[in-house]
């Protein structure tokens, strides 16, 4: 039986800390020994229940760095995983575990990456870095947000930022994310008169009132998207109203939407476009807003270029630039006026049960990671 590589080892040394958000169960203790026997300096920063780790390698000169997070979603009934969660195991040349594909393997890949583009040039030219959190997965009020104030607050500005998250699709680097949508959310409460549903002149029904109100909105052309991004999508996540039983019309209506929206707009723009849309149906409504991160891109450059050049030449792949999906923790980072990508494992299995990974990809991650340091830095 070959030696397990020692990406995979760290993986599943990583699979194996229970570490469902924001808890970090040691995962950052064995990613910091490993930095600080190459040579970085760490600096924990711990915010509230939140684990967070800056690292760094060299003195002055362009910054590289690496952000991944180290909680996991909650893994779900354990006894429909094939194997348990946190008890990694390798079968058929798959990993599995909680965290194989997001991001205990990334985070294992960008390690030995550097400890081996450390072990060739100990000397080497600028600085490189990690940003790791445990809050990415939960509310990341005080995960990498905080730690990007403190670097702000440090004068400490990234050039480049790989982020680790599973961007890849059918195979290994298909896909990098060199943006993202923003992300705002609305929760809506439309206030009404409860009473009973035989004598309707003496209630005011707020689901009715509300209906055409929130269709209109469904209906709405936001924007158009551009060259880079879709058009805004508006999508209502939850309806709540009443008492449970038939005889009674409800005294108010709560409901949750969300926009995922372009650089074509402002989420000033859609704030005012929604309540006048509201307004425009005379309801008596309050009307909380949330925004979970602005719209970023990192136009083709320097950071572009090396991450797409690195999987080419290790994978003959050509590869997809997106700013699909969800939100990440490149939005905090790219306000910086970093240049920020994301690139990571194959995501078809994150966030499920028996989430998994292939153990060729990882030490074939690690490589792609190492040739966008030698490209950036070298």
Request: with cysteine.
């Amino acid at each position: 039986m070959n030696p397990m590589s020692s990406t995979l080892a760290l993986a599943c040394d990583l699979i194996r800390c229970p570490s469902v958000t924001p808890a970090d169960a040691g995962c950052l203790d064995l990613l910091g020994a490993r930095l600080a026997a190459a040579g970085f300096a760490l600096t924990p920063l711990p915010f509230g229940a939140v684990s967070n780790l800056w690292a760094v390698r060299g003195d002055a000169g362009p910054l590289f760095c690496f952000a991944g997070h180290t909680d996991v979603v909650p893994p779900g009934p354990e006894s429909e995983w094939r194997h348990p969660p946190f008890a990694p195991r390798i079968e058929n040349g798959i990993l599995y575990g909680r965290g194989a594909a997001d991001m205990k393997g990334a985070l294992a890949a960008m390690v030995t990456a550097v400890e081996a583009f450390v072990a060739a040039h100990p000397q080497h030219p600028g600085r490189i870095g990690f940003l790791l959190t445990s809050d990415e997965e939960g509310p990341a009020h005080d995960g990498t947000a905080r730690v990007v104030d403190w670097l702000r607050e440090q004068g400490i500005i990234p050039d480049w930022c790989l982020v680790g998250e599973p961007s890849s699709g059918t195979t290994l680097g298909d896909v990098i994310r060199n943006g993202r949508r923003g992300s705002l959310n609305g929760s809506l409460r439309v206030r009404g008169v409860q009473g009973h549903v035989a004598y309707p002149e003496r209630a005011d029904n707020p689901i009715h009132r509300a209906a055409p109100a929130l269709a209109a909105l469904a209906a709405e052309t936001w924007d158009l998207g551009n060259a880079h991004f879709p058009p805004t999508s508006f999508q209502i996540s939850n309806i709540a109203a009443g008492e449970g039983v038939t005889n009674v019309i409800p005294g108010e209506l709560r409901a949750l939407f969300n926009f995922r929206f372009s650089t074509a707009v402002t989420a000033a723009q859609l704030r005012t476009r929604t309540e006048a849309i509201l307004d425009r149906h005379g309801l008596d409504y309050d009307l909380d807003w949330q925004l979970s991160g602005e719209p970023f891109l990192t136009p083709v450059g320097d950071l572009v270029n090396a991450a797409v050049g690195a999987i080419h030449d290790r994978t003959g792949t050509h590869t997809e630039l997106s700013t699909g999906g969800g939100t990440s923790d490149g939005r905090f980072i790219a306000p910086l006026g970093t240049q920020v990508v994301e690139l990571g494992l194959r995501n078809a299995s994150i966030h499920k049960i028996d989430e998994q990974t292939a153990v060729a990809d990882l030490e074939l991650l690690s490589g792609i990671y190492r040739d966008v340091l030698e490209r950036l830095l070298l």
